[in-house]
T-cell receptor
Framework: VTLLEQNPRWRLVPRGQAVNLRCILK??????MSWYQQDLQKQLQWLFT????????VKSLPGADYLATRVTDTELRLQVANMSQGRTLYCTC?????????????FGAGTRLSVL | GDQVEQSPSALSLHEGTGSALRCNFT?????VQWFRKNSRGSLINLFY???GTKENGRLKSAFDSKERYSTLHIRDAQLEDSGTYFC????????????FGSGTRLLVSP
């Protein structure tokens, strides 16, 4: 059973434009939602973890600026701006934050972004 | 900062043989998780360990927080085991953060 619905799967982004990504949680038993990026060298990096509706965070990394928003208990969004290099963004969910051994991180299918 | 050093970066095995992947940590980690990237590019959870060892079929993983390492053993490798494997460690301090290794590309050949 798929825990996360991530869309779109792939986007071509004109240089200088921003893109908005959505992630929908299908099971409320995994409420801790996060964004990860994977760069062209396949290195994975944690970006954000947002638990509650209304939570927002911004971050700037080499090659892109990010704004993450927990819209509802089931929806997480990510705005990617000023992207200069392609990357893949993964949404994840987890049943507990910092808990004991059952705190497993589950990944969505990912959204691949390419710069035009 | 917190770092995860994963080795080897690439590994070639013949069917039926085995080997081990390793991740060393620069600081004490709270837990480690191993993933395999499938043909569609999605990350598949293999193991989550806060300590000790776990085994699932032909895979076995160990995590020693004190000695700062984790291993993933593959035995009787099959063609479908080919792919890229990542370890990811939860840091013990400074809030919730997961640090990934750089990955191991495994190729299993006949």
């Amino acid at each position: 059973v798929t825990l996360l619905e991530q869309n779109p799967r792939w986007r071509l982004v004109p240089r200088g434009q921003a893109v908005n990504l959505r992630c929908i949680l299908k099971n409320s038993q995994y409420p801790w939602m996060s964004w990860y990026q994977q760069d062209l060298q396949k290195q994975l990096q944690w970006l954000f973890t947002l638990r509650s509706p209304g939570d927002k965070e911004v971050k700037s990394l080499p090659g892109a600026d990010y704004l993450a928003t927990r819209v509802t208990d089931t929806e997480l969004r990510l705005q990617v701006a000023n992207m200069s290099q392609g990357r893949t963004l993964y949404c994840t969910c987890s049943p507990r934050l910092g808990g004991p051994s059952q705190n497993t991180l589950y990944f969505g299918a990912g959204t691949r972004l390419s710069v035009l | 900062g917190d770092q995860v050093e994963q080795s080897p970066s690439a590994l070639s095995l013949h069917e039926g043989t085995g080997s081990a992947l390793r991740c060393n940590f620069t600081t004490t980690m709270r837990a480690v998780q191993w993933f395999r990237k499938n043909s569609r590019g999605s990350l598949i959870n293999l193991f989550y360990l806060a300590s000790g060892t776990k085994e699932n079929g032909r895979l076995k993983s160990a995590f020693d927080s004190k000695e700062r390492y984790s291993t993933l053993h593959i035995r009787d490798a099959q063609l479908e085991d080919s792919g890229t494997y990542f370890c990811a460690a939860e840091t013990g301090t400074g809030g919730y953060k997961v640090v990934f290794g750089s990955g191991t590309r495994l190729l299993v050949s006949p």
